[in-house]
């Protein structure tokens, strides 16, 4: 089964510095990666996903990921962190069902982020 | 904006007493999923619809049902909620169940079994 792991419970910066969550996955095939963002008593919303093709992808609120194959990771950045971007963050990855174009999402346990004035 | 939406946000209920948690979407999308998601932990897939195909994970358990009467809506169904079953409860749709293809989320509801 696929897999990702997210090795930090917690990160914390200031705000201005930059931000970094980070993701490494396990998958055997090609790796469907996304990732989410989770605002407190709301729902997950979609920041980006890596299907195929460029290595860096660039999401929602100037958020950025940057495939690994090498180091199989898929880290979350941001170049300059708002207090408004803390928040909890899922790393996921699409597993294969029972049909190779099928999968449910495998979700990391979650990183929390707080950005400190 | 076409969007996910989940009513109630908050719901109160009793132990043992049945409860419905409602999800509707604009999206008209194929797909719709049904998370249960504890203390900040990572949201938990409990069932899914392909259209009107009910998919259920195999350690979903059977005191959670749920229902899709057309496109737009999809129904949660907890038959005899214990004080466990509190949580948030997310509806996500996607545009079909492939690979590459995004799920989209509802704010979530928050269960409280009293």
């Known amino acids: 089964a696929q897999s990702v792991a997210q090795p930090e419970d917690q990160v914390n910066v200031a705000e201005g510095n930059p931000l970094t969550v980070k993701c490494t996955y396990s998958?055997?095939?090609?790796?469907?990666l996304f990732w989410y963002v989770q605002y407190p008593n709301r729902g997950l919303q979609f920041l980006l996903k890596y299907i195929t093709g460029d290595n860096l992808v660039k999401g929602s609120y100037g958020f950025e990921a940057e495939f690994n194959k090498s180091q199989t990771s898929f880290h979350l950045k941001k170049p300059s962190a708002l207090v408004s971007d803390s928040a909890l963050y899922f790393c996921?990855?699409?597993?294969?069902?029972?049909?190779?174009?099928?999968?449910?999402?495998?979700f990391g346990a979650g990183t929390q982020v707080v950005v400190t004035p | 904006d076409a969007m996910v939406i989940q009513n109630p946000r908050y719901q109160v209920t009793q132990f043992g007493k049945p409860v419905t948690l409602s999800c509707s979407q604009t999206?008209?999308?194929?797909?719709m999923y049904w998370y249960q998601q504890k203390s900040s932990q990572a949201p938990k897939l409990l069932f899914h619809?392909?259209?009107?195909?009910?998919?259920n994970e195999a350690d979903t358990p059977d005191n959670f049902q749920s229902r899709r009467p057309n496109t737009s809506f999809c129904f949660l169904d907890i038959r005899s909620p214990g004080l466990g079953d509190a949580a948030m409860y997310l509806c996500?749709?996607?545009?079909?169940?492939?690979?590459?293809?995004?799920?989209?989320f509802g704010p979530g509801t928050r269960l409280l079994v009293l």
């Open positions: 996921a990855v699409r597993d294969i069902g029972p049909t190779d174009s099928w999968g449910k999402l495998q």
């Open positions: 996500a749709t996607s545009s079909d169940g492939t690979m590459q293809e995004t799920q989209y």
């Open positions: 998958v055997s095939g090609n790796p469907y």
């Open positions: 619809y392909y259209d009107k195909d009910f998919n």
């Open positions: 999206l008209n999308h194929n797909v």
